[in-house]
Antibody, heavy 123, light 108 residues
């Protein structure tokens, strides 16, 4: 059974940093694009960043480019998101999501999602 | 970036009725469109991908159609558990990007 479990969320001041993690199990982690998607309170979904199965290619939304870094450790089946220079508008639940296609491209549909971890940026 | 507009924003129906939700893209996405269902406090669930393919385990009352810029999610004979928020999503191969619509709330 596929499972994705996010951790690392919390309260951080504007300008601060936070690192999110997502532990994956139940599938061949290295074969799938993994993605971070966020949802501000009461709002819709926003694609944040994606990483290829091997980790060699990364893609970012313009809103986070230069501030966030996505990475993965295929030996530990773990996805990460390093978030720097955080802003109030980064406040959201952050989901990690598995791409639908085996050996997929950077843009995907998402067939499994974690439960999300809340990031609050406030002074 | 391709924008997606969903309408109506809210749809009020009763169990047993048919729901028709729409999603319009600002430019052609061919058939690279998916639909998700999200219930309060839960992560989204993939319903339809590539415009008309049902995801694993999705009941046959859910169907998708459309291509280019106009897409429809149809839910036949609504069940009580179908009342939720529905999002459409497009994917662009290069440069890779994903956008979501703003959602349609399906309420009883």
């Amino acid at each position: 059974e596929v499972e994705l479990v996010e951790s690392g969320g919390g309260l951080v001041q504007p300008g601060g940093s936070l690192r999110l993690s997502c532990a994956a199990s139940g599938f061949t982690f290295s074969a799938y694009v993994m993605t971070w998607i966020r949802q501000a309170p009461g709002k819709g979904l926003e694609w944040v960043a994606a990483i290829s199965g091997g980790g060699g290619s990364t893609f970012y939304a313009n809103s986070v480019k230069g501030r966030f870094t996505i990475s993965r450790d295929n030996s530990r089946d773990t996805l990460s998101l390093q978030m720097n220079s955080l802003r109030a508008e980064d406040t959201a639940v952050y989901y990690c999501a598995k791409g639908l296609y085996y050996s997929g491209s950077g843009s995907e549909y998402f067939d499994y999602w974690g439960q999300g971890t809340l990031v609050t940026v406030s002074s | 970036e391709t924008a997606l507009t969903q309408f109506p924003a809210t749809l009020s129906l009763s169990p047993g009725e048919r729901a028709t939700l729409s999603c319009r893209a600002s430019q052609s996405v061919t058939n690279y469109l998916a639909w998700y269902q999200q219930k309060p406090g839960q992560a989204p669930r993939l319903l339809i991908y590539d415009a008309s393919n049902r995801a694993t385990g999705i009941p046959a009352r859910f169907s998708g159609s459309g291509s280019g810029t106009d897409f429809t999610l149809t839910i036949n004979s609504l069940e009580p558990e179908d009342f939720a928020v529905y999002y459409c999503q497009q994917r662009t191969n290069w440069p890779p990007s994903v956008t979501f619509g703003q959602g349609t709330r399906l309420e009883i």
